[in-house]
Structures are given as C-alpha cells and as structure tokens.
C-alpha cells in the first residue's frame, strides 16, 4: 500500500507547484444580439508561437467558462468559437498569476454572404456530439507514430497495453477517413500510422448500432476517427522487421499500406516463437517479445473435468492477412478482411490436487505433456448503404474455417490423507478436430422524414456451424485398493455437431408527444442443434474398434420463439428520462435423444427499465437461460475409469434477474472523471453440477440439477486525472476500488453447502511523460479473496495477491532508446516448493538510423534476471488445485525494423 500513497503524494507536489506559478482565467460567453448566454462554446489557448494547444474547456449553461494553471510570461492566444458565430481572438500574457476575469464576450453570428477567413484554425471544435481536434495544434517528434499524437490529446488516455480512453469512456473502434482498419484493434494503427499524415481527429459516442440511443450514456463507448491530410491522395507505407536470438528465439513480419483517394489496401504478416498471438499484445509494433510473461495468480473458476484446459507452453505463431476498403460515391462503402493463422505448441505442466471429502482429503500430483497444432482462416466482410440521411443498411458476413491436432500425454498418482495409496493413471490422446462456422448479420434502419422521433428497425441473424472431433483415448488405471480393479481402455470417440440458428426482429418507435415515446418490437428465433456422439473401443481379438450403443448417444434439439416487447420513453427533460418494457416470450422445444422424446413449451414474462438522472442510471431486467441439449441427454457417458457423467431430461430453464446503479462524470476542464456501478443478479433454477466422489478409488460421476439462488454483487469506483497543462510535462493517474461476492451451491455426495467467495482490490495508474524524451508509467494493485465453505471438512481460504509493474521509455541523444519494463506479482496461497514472488524485469537499447530515422536496430533481453515462473492456484467446490506450466525463460534477442513511407501530392 506504500505505492500508491507515494504516487498521490509526488501529484500532490506537483499540483502545488503549478498553483504557485500559474494565472487562471474566467469569463462569460453570450450571443450578440439575444445577449444570451451560450453553452458549449470552445473555449481554447494555443501558444502564438507555433499554434500548439495550451487548455481548452466547454462554456456552461450559463455560458460560463475557466481555464486554471496557464503559464507566465508567454503569448498565448484565445479562440472562443460556436458552430454559426465567427470566432474570437485575443492575445493574452501575464505577467502574474492568480485570477483573471475577461469579462463578457460576445460572439455574433455569420451572415449568408460573410467571407470567412481560414488562415488560422482552432484546435479543437464541437460539433453537435462530435469533438474534432486538429492535429497541427499538437506538436510531435519526427517519426512518431499516431499513438504519441493522440497522448497529447485533452481527455484522452493509452494504457501501457494499448487500451484507449476518451473522457474516463472506453473506445471501441478506431476508424481510417471513417474505415475500418483490420477489424476492432485500434493497436494496429496507433503503434504503425505515422502522425504526421494526420489532418484532425474526430471523437463521438459509439451509436452505430443504438440510433435511438436507447443505450444509457454511462455505458455508450467512444469511436475515434483519423482524418487523413487531403493534400496526400496517394500514399504507400508501412514496416518490415526481422530479429533472432538465443534459445532459438526468433520473429518476423511486416505491414504494408496502400491509400488511393476511396481505396485502401492493407497487407500484414507475422511469425515468432515469443508467444505473440493474433495481433493483438504488441505484436507487430514492439519487437523484442516484453508482454509474455506468466506469474502467479489466483483463479477463482472451475476445472476442467478432463483435466486439459490447462495454459502456458511455449507457442509458435505465423499469422497473415489482408484489409480492403473502398467507397463508391459517398453512399456505399465496402469492406473486406480476410486472416489466417497457424500455431504450433508444445508445452508441459504439473499440477497437485487437494480434493476434500469429509474426514478424508484425496491427494493427487499429475503431470502432463501436448503438442497441439491449430489452423484457421477467416474472412468477414461489410457493406453499408446509405441512400440518403434518413437510411441505413449494413451487412455483415464471416465464416471461419478452423482445424486442429492434439498430442495429449497424462500421468496421475493418487494418495489420500491417511497415507494409502489408491491409484496410478496414465493416459495417451490424439485428438483431431474441424469446424466450419458461417456468421451473417443484416441491419435496416430508417427514420422518419416528417415526424422527429418515428423511426423503423429490421435486423436479422443467421449463424450456421457444422464441426467434427475424433478422439483416441488410451487409458491405464493401475488400483492399490483390494475391492478396486485395474483396467486398461483403447477408445476411439467421434463427435458430429451441426447447429444453426436465425433470428429477426422488427420494431417501430413513434413519439406520441414531444416528451413520450412508444415503441414495440416483434423478434423470432429458431436454433437447430444435432449432436451425435459414436464411442468404440479397441477389440484385441479382431483388431478393429466396436461400437458401444449405450455409451453413444444421437441428441437433436429444435427450438422455437417468439418475443413481442411493448415499450415506452418518456424524456421528462434533457438529461432525465425513463425507459421500460415487458417481453413476452414463447418457447416451443424439441429434444430428440436415442430412446425417447422430450418436448417442452414455456411462457415467460421479462420486464426492463432504466431510470436517467443526468449522469446516474438505475437499471432492472430479467432474462432466461436454456440447459444445453446435451446436459438433458438420459445417457451415462463414460469418459475414462475416473469419470463419468449422466445427463439430466428434468432440467427446467433457469430466470435471471439482473439490476445495476451507475453514475459517470467528466469535468473537460479539469479533465477529472469519476466513474462508479454496483450490479446484483440472481437466479432461478439455476443448473448445478452434482458430484459424485468415490473415497477409495477418487472415480468421479456426475449430473446436474435444478436449484434456487445464486446471488452475485459487484461494486466498483474509480477516478482518473490528467495534468496536461503544459507543452513540456504531461501527467495522469487513476484509482479504482472493486468488490465481488458470489455464492455459489455446490453438491457432492449428497452433501449439499454452499461457498461464499470474497474479492475486494485497489489498483493505482500513474504515467509521466516530459517532452517526448520520457515516458513513465507505474501501477500498483492488491487483491484479498476470502472463500469460506459451509458443507463438509474445508477450511476457509485466504490469499493475498500484489501487483506492481513500471514501463519506461528514455529517448537518449545520439538516436538511442532505452525501455524497461518491470512486473512483480506476489501471491500468498501459492504452495510450498514455488516461489510465491516472481519479479520479470525486461529491457532494450535501440539505435535509430537512416532518414527521419526509418531504420531502428534494436537489442532486447526478456527476463533480466531469468525469474519467470508461471503457477497457478485453483479454488473450485471441494478442490484446490495448484499448477505450473511451461513458460518462456530469459532470452537475448537482436531485431532491425524498417518504416517506410511514399507520399505524393499528385
């Protein structure tokens, strides 16, 4: 806890000195003529001298406005500006601090034949729910990328992972001249587009899909849109890289552009053995592998029951593929992408398991060895039509074709607490698998030309996916108990599944008067799953494999529904509003096992509402959850001589209901937000896992059933503040708290009890940045967890988990670079024997070279001091699991890049 108070203390320090150096100024915007006061007005300072944003704020209500912390002794210039007024300029320089009142400004209003005069162009201008900054106003290095031009942006916030935030908002898509740039990685762009191609950049709530804005606005993420500068109509550029090291260490890849006016075309390609996968942690913009790290941690979740979804291993990745747009005319645009990845990896892990049943605790080490190989191509695709203001059409596709192959190797050894031994386990799977899955979704909106508020909406679903498994399984069970058997298994499984799915819905809004609204919406579902399920087992006498009816199954479900939701809105003022609904569904379901025949019809009552107070939201709705088909399947499945499991045609659909508060504010001017939500939900007929335990052998069955509650709460708050009040020093931090409870059943010999799980954490942001020399980011988090049991023998657990991680960058003279990054996790319930504390320490020294520093030579050292573990700890019903997988270890790893760029003005 010493961290945090340390940063809030060195903020602290430096608010103080501001203050004491610093002139605030106030004043009063209202128009010429009605002598009314203005909201919203732009209020900005940029330095005379070359035009770079100082602070910028918004007027009030009451046309009011402040700017605290200006510099001494320097020209700045004042742009006041509103959308139809002509803009007002003032140039200012104090020579003391304090307070400066400017009095009242009053702003007239362009006439139709008014020349208006361009030379100089605000740095930042609000439109409608739109802000748009100009580039110009924010200087940067040469050769910077897009990401250090938009830290320099008031309001907006880049995580040390990429994570971008606007306001305290999250954003959702980062948009190329309002395209897609390879899909929703917003990383792909900031870490590779250079700024200086950069003309404004726009930034405007996430409403393609809510145009009604039914979505409350606390919960609305932000899309940034990168104008590109008009004078470049053609362009090519991008970057190449290649590095190699010790332990066989290697990466690989590139990024090429193409612009042409309404054409672009992107080109990406990847390969490496650093466990970089899929771009998306730093893969292609920072070589030298620093994010791949494993540590401790503590999962509360549970395990698979075959004992396979472990992590870890060391991965070998080669991914490619390509990004297309293309307007025609300025209503339809298109776009398509298309990725294919291959990943090979190998890896190792052990695990020991305390599995508590009454006065006896089963004990069991295990460890196990894969080689796995997946391959998948993906193509998506959009078109968006928008034959005029009043329509939009979208269409959506993707399919994705996917294989895999899997080495399985597994030794288990079983003791109990009283020093018997019970078994010996060993275990050989190769698995191969295939999937095709076919996506589209179609979306119709239209809004009436004559009656503000009447809008109409279609949108529709298709989802088709066919996939197939075969499975080999050899199993050996050796037993150390006397009324046990050993038992050896050759077994051969094949699982077929084709599932399909639609849906459409249609709603239709009308106001009935300015301040309500009454809409309703009519949708239909229809999903179609067939699973079938062949298990063999090995003949020695002939050799073949022999299919086993009552082990295999052929399980169909065809399912039915209709939903019909009246609405209303009813907005009391500009900032208040209530919105509720009833859905009424109707479900028609047909199951189809190998025996028998179940079918179930189901009528269900799902309120809603949501309650606006400016910035605060109460939300309430319920909703349903089916069982899956094959947790109904009357048929006892045999995995392996240790587990088995029965499915269950009695199950009944289980409600949720689900209720949240959340409250979000932003000041722009002190560029102070404060976010906060606490959520309950709770369940009825929720589906619980029966467990059924064999004390002397440890063999597993199990069912599931229907039970009553599962309450679940979440808290959180949070604040953040940025300190962008000078062109050299730039700072920012942010502190958020969280709490979760949950409790959840569980039944395991007929012994029923529940566990009661606590999370409470404080987590602290800092980050630095002094000209573009430095830049410095720390945080601190600490997490306790209580899980108590009230059934059986087990003993409360306790951990405590600390995180602390530094990132920083030093541009040194002479083209150098120097980053470090630091991550230290320390978790108290990781078992004797592994290192509760693993401290990864990360570091490289770069050379620019080349014009306007296009070559970069970098050497990387991953793991300093060759401390990286990853361990795990698993608390699940009656077990406690601990694991360590294979991970990457100290490497030295020498990587030279190239950006390149062709610009023409043509």
Same mark, same amino acid.
């Given at each position: 806890?010493?961290?945090?108070?340390?940063?809030?203390?060195?903020?602290?320090?430096?608010?103080?000195?501001?203050?004491?150096?610093?002139?605030?100024? &106030?004043?009063?915007?209202?128009?010429? #003529? #009605?002598?009314?006061?203005?909201?919203? #007005?732009?209020?900005?300072?940029?330095? !005379?001298?070359?035009?770079?944003?100082?602070?910028?704020?918004?007027?009030?209500?009451?046309?009011?406005?402040?700017?605290?912390?200006?510099?001494?002794?320097?020209?700045?210039?004042?742009?006041?500006?509103?959308?139809?007024?002509?803009?007002?300029?003032?140039?200012?320089?104090?020579?003391?601090?304090?307070?400066?009142?400017?009095?009242?400004?009053?702003?007239?209003?362009?006439?139709?034949?008014?020349?208006?005069?361009?030379?100089?162009?605000?740095?930042?201008?609000?439109?409608?729910?739109?802000?748009?900054?100009? %580039?110009?106003?924010?200087?940067?290095?040469?050769?910077?990328?897009?990401?250090?031009?938009? &830290?320099?942006?008031?309001?907006?916030?880049?995580?040390?992972?990429?994570?971008?935030?606007?306001?305290?908002?999250?954003?959702?898509?980062?948009?190329?001249?309002?395209?897609?740039?390879?899909?929703?990685?917003?990383?792909?762009?900031?870490?590779?587009?250079?700024?200086?191609?950069?003309?404004?950049?726009?930034?405007?709530?996430?409403?393609?899909?809510?145009?009604?804005?039914?979505?409350?606005?606390?919960?609305?993420?932000?899309?940034?849109?990168?104008?590109?500068?008009?004078?470049?109509?053609?362009?090519?550029?991008?970057?190449?890289?290649?590095?190699?090291?010790?332990?066989?260490?290697?990466?690989?890849?590139?990024?090429?552009?193409?612009?042409?006016?309404?054409?672009?075309?992107?080109?990406?390609?990847?390969?490496?053995?650093?466990?970089?996968?899929?771009?998306?942690?730093?893969?292609?913009?920072?070589?030298?592998?620093?994010?791949?790290?494993?540590?401790?941690?503590?999962?509360?979740?549970?395990?698979?029951?075959?004992?396979?979804?472990?992590?870890?291993?060391?991965?070998?990745?080669?991914?490619?593929?390509?990004?297309?747009?293309?307007?025609?005319?300025?209503?339809?645009?298109?776009?398509?992408?298309?990725?294919?990845?291959?990943?090979?990896?190998?890896?190792?892990?052990?695990?020991? !398991?305390?599995?508590?049943?009454?006065?006896?605790?089963?004990?069991?080490?295990?460890?196990?060895?894969?080689?796995?190989?997946?391959?998948?191509?993906?193509?998506?695709?959009?078109?968006?039509?928008?034959?005029?203001?009043?329509?939009?059409?979208?269409?959506?596709?993707?399919?994705?074709?996917?294989?895999?192959?899997?080495?399985?190797?597994?030794?288990?050894?079983?003791?109990?607490?009283?020093?018997?031994?019970?078994?010996?386990?060993?275990?050989?799977?190769?698995?191969?698998?295939?999937?095709?899955?076919?996506?589209?979704?179609?979306?119709?909106?239209?809004?009436?030309?004559?009656?503000?508020?009447?809008?109409?909406?279609?949108?529709?679903?298709?989802?088709?996916?066919?996939?197939?498994?075969?499975?080999?399984?050899?199993?050996?069970?050796?037993?150390?108990?006397?009324?046990?058997?050993?038992?050896?298994?050759?077994?051969?499984?094949?699982?077929?599944?084709?599932?399909?799915?639609?849906?459409?819905?249609?709603?239709?809004?009308?106001?009935?008067?300015?301040?309500?609204?009454?809409?309703?919406?009519?949708?239909?579902?229809?999903?179609?799953?067939?699973?079938?399920?062949?298990?063999?087992?090995?003949?020695?006498?002939?050799?073949?494999?022999?299919?086993?009816?009552?082990?295999?199954?052929?399980?169909?479900?065809?399912?039915?529904?209709?939903?019909?939701?009246? $609405?209303?809105?009813?907005?009391?003022?500009?900032?208040?509003?209530?919105?509720?609904?009833?859905?009424?569904?109707?479900?028609?379901?047909?199951?189809?096992?190998?025996?028998?025949?179940?079918?179930?019809?189901?009528?269900?009552?799902?309120?809603?509402?949501?309650?606006?107070?400016?910035?605060?939201?109460?939300?309430?709705?319920?909703?349903?959850?089916?069982?899956?088909?094959?947790?109904?399947?009357? !048929?006892?499945?045999?995995?392996?001589?240790?587990?088995?499991?029965?499915?269950?045609?009695?199950?009944?659909?289980?409600?949720?209901?689900?209720?949240?508060?959340?409250?979000?504010?932003?000041?722009?001017?002190?560029?102070?937000?404060?976010?906060?939500?606490?959520?309950?939900?709770?369940?009825?007929?929720?589906? !619980?896992?029966?467990?059924?335990?064999?004390?002397?052998?440890?063999?597993?069955?199990?069912?599931?059933?229907?039970?009553?509650?599962?309450?679940?709460?979440? $808290?959180?708050?949070?604040?953040?503040?940025?300190?962008?009040?000078?062109?050299?020093?730039?700072?920012?931090?942010?502190?958020?708290?969280?709490?979760?409870? %949950?409790?959840?059943?569980?039944?395991?010999?007929?012994?029923?009890?529940?566990?009661?799980?606590?999370?409470?954490?404080?987590?602290?942001?800092?980050?630095? $940045?002094?000209?573009?020399?430095?830049?410095?980011?720390?945080?601190?988090?600490?997490?306790?967890?209580?899980?108590?049991?009230?059934? $059986?023998?087990?003993?409360?657990?306790? %951990?405590?988990?600390?995180?602390?991680?530094?990132?920083?960058?030093?541009?040194?003279?002479?083209?150098?670079?120097?980053?470090?990054?630091?991550?230290?996790?320390?978790?108290?319930?990781?078992?004797?024997?592994?290192? &509760?504390?693993?401290?990864?320490?990360?570091?490289?020294?770069?050379?620019?070279?080349?014009?306007?520093?296009?070559?970069?030579?970098?050497?990387?050292?991953?793991?300093?001091?060759?401390?990286?573990?990853?361990?795990?700890?698993?608390?699940?019903?009656?077990?406690?699991?601990?694991?360590?997988?294979?991970?990457?270890?100290?490497?030295?790893?020498?990587?030279?890049?190239?950006?390149?760029?062709?610009?023409?003005?043509?």
């Amino acid at each position: 806890m010493k961290f945090p108070l340390l940063v809030l203390l060195l903020v602290a320090c430096v608010s103080l000195s501001f203050a004491q150096n610093r002139a605030d100024i &106030k004043g009063k915007v209202i128009d010429s #003529a #009605a002598k009314a006061p203005l909201e919203f #007005a732009t209020v900005a300072l940029v330095n !005379v001298k070359d035009s770079t944003l100082i602070s910028y704020t918004l007027s009030k209500r009451t046309g009011e406005f402040e700017l605290h912390n200006l510099p001494l002794k320097k020209d700045m210039r004042l742009l006041i500006s509103f959308v139809g007024y002509t803009t007002f300029r003032k140039v200012l320089n104090f020579d003391t601090g304090g307070d400066k009142n400017l009095g009242t400004i009053e702003l007239s209003s362009k006439m139709m034949d008014e020349v208006v005069i361009t030379a100089e162009r605000s740095p930042v201008v609000i439109k409608k729910d739109t802000i748009e900054f100009n %580039a110009e106003a924010f200087k940067t290095r040469p050769n910077a990328v897009l990401e250090e031009l938009l &830290k320099k942006l008031p309001g907006l916030e880049v995580s040390k992972d990429g994570a971008i935030t606007m306001n305290g908002k999250q954003v959702s898509k980062l948009l190329i001249d309002g395209k897609e740039f390879f899909g929703d990685n917003p990383q792909i762009a900031t870490k590779n587009l250079d700024a200086e191609i950069v003309s404004k950049i726009q930034v405007y709530d996430d409403r393609q899909n809510d145009p009604d804005h039914l979505i409350s606005e606390t919960k609305v993420p932000k899309i940034i849109n990168i104008k590109l500068k008009k004078a470049i109509k053609r362009s090519i550029f991008g970057k190449v890289f290649a590095g190699g090291g010790t332990r066989d260490r290697y990466e690989t890849g590139g990024l090429f552009n193409m612009f042409r006016d309404t054409l672009q075309v992107s080109i990406i390609g990847l390969s490496n053995n650093l466990n970089r996968t899929a771009f998306s942690n730093d893969e292609l913009y920072s070589q030298g592998g620093f994010n791949r790290g494993g540590g401790g941690g503590l999962w509360d979740g549970s395990v698979n029951t075959g004992g396979r979804n472990w992590g870890g291993g060391i991965e070998r990745i080669t991914s490619g593929g390509f990004n297309l747009n293309t307007d025609y005319g300025k209503k339809l645009k298109i776009n398509l992408l298309y990725f294919y990845t291959q990943r090979n990896n190998t890896g190792q892990a052990n695990q020991s !398991v305390q599995q508590f049943l009454n006065d006896t605790t089963l004990l069991s080490t295990a460890n196990y060895t894969q080689k796995r190989t997946d391959q998948s191509h993906a193509i998506s695709g959009l078109v968006e039509w928008n034959p005029d203001t009043l329509r939009n059409i979208r269409y959506t596709p993707k399919i994705t074709i996917s294989n895999s192959a899997n080495g399985y190797n597994s030794f288990s050894d079983t003791y109990n607490n009283f020093g018997r031994h019970i078994n010996i386990n060993e275990g050989v799977s190769n698995n191969k698998s295939s999937s095709t899955n076919f996506n589209q979704d179609f979306y119709f909106y239209k809004r009436s030309r004559t009656k503000k508020g009447e809008s109409f909406n279609i949108s529709h679903n298709l989802s088709i996916n066919p996939n197939r498994s075969d499975n080999f399984n050899d199993n050996k069970l050796t037993t150390f108990w006397p009324t046990a058997s050993d038992s050896t298994t050759k077994r051969y499984v094949v699982n077929d599944n084709k599932s399909a799915s639609g849906s459409l819905a249609v709603s239709y809004r009308y106001p009935i008067t300015k301040k309500l609204t009454v809409d309703i919406v009519n949708s239909a579902n229809y999903a179609k799953n067939h699973e079938q399920l062949f298990t063999s087992d090995f003949d020695e006498s002939t050799g073949q494999y022999t299919l086993l009816p009552l082990q295999s199954s052929d399980l169909s479900r065809t399912q039915w529904s209709q939903t019909v939701r009246p $609405g209303i809105t009813y907005q009391f003022t500009q900032r208040i509003s209530f919105i509720a609904g009833l859905s009424n569904q109707w479900q028609q379901i047909q199951n189809d096992f190998s025996y028998s025949k179940l079918n179930q019809r189901y009528f269900f009552t799902l309120p809603s509402f949501r309650l606006e107070l400016g910035s605060f939201s109460l939300n309430f709705d319920k909703s349903v959850n089916q069982p899956a088909v094959s947790q109904l399947q009357p !048929v006892t499945i045999e995995y392996s001589p240790l587990y088995k499991f029965s499915g269950n045609p009695n199950l009944k659909p289980g409600t949720n209901t689900n209720a949240s508060i959340n409250f979000y504010k932003y000041n722009n001017e002190k560029q102070l937000g404060f976010n906060t939500y606490i959520s309950y939900s709770n369940s009825k007929n929720t589906i !619980v896992q029966v467990q059924n335990i064999n004390q002397t052998t440890g063999a597993r069955a199990n069912t599931f059933v229907n039970r009553n509650g599962r309450p679940i709460y979440n $808290g959180y708050m949070g604040i953040n503040k940025q300190f962008k009040k000078t062109k050299d020093l730039q700072a920012g931090m942010s502190t958020s708290f969280n709490g979760y409870y %949950a409790e959840y059943l569980n039944i395991i010999n007929d012994d029923e009890g529940w566990q009661k799980t606590v999370n409470l954490g404080i987590n602290q942001n800092f980050n630095l $940045g002094w000209k573009e020399k430095i830049d410095f980011n720390a945080g601190a988090g600490f997490r306790r967890n209580f899980t108590k049991y009230d059934y $059986g023998n087990l003993n409360q657990v306790n %951990a405590n988990t600390y995180n602390i991680n530094t990132n920083l960058i030093v541009r040194l003279p002479k083209k150098l670079v120097w980053e470090t990054k630091q991550d230290y996790n320390y978790n108290s319930q990781i078992s004797d024997g592994f290192r &509760k504390g693993v401290n990864v320490i990360s570091t490289s020294l770069a050379l620019q070279m080349l014009k306007k520093d296009r070559g970069e030579l970098k050497v990387t050292v991953y793991d300093l001091f060759d401390q990286n573990i990853n361990v795990y700890r698993f608390a699940s019903a009656n077990s406690i699991i601990d694991m360590q997988n294979t991970t990457l270890k100290r490497y030295f790893l020498l990587t030279y890049s190239y950006k390149f760029n062709k610009m023409s003005t043509k």
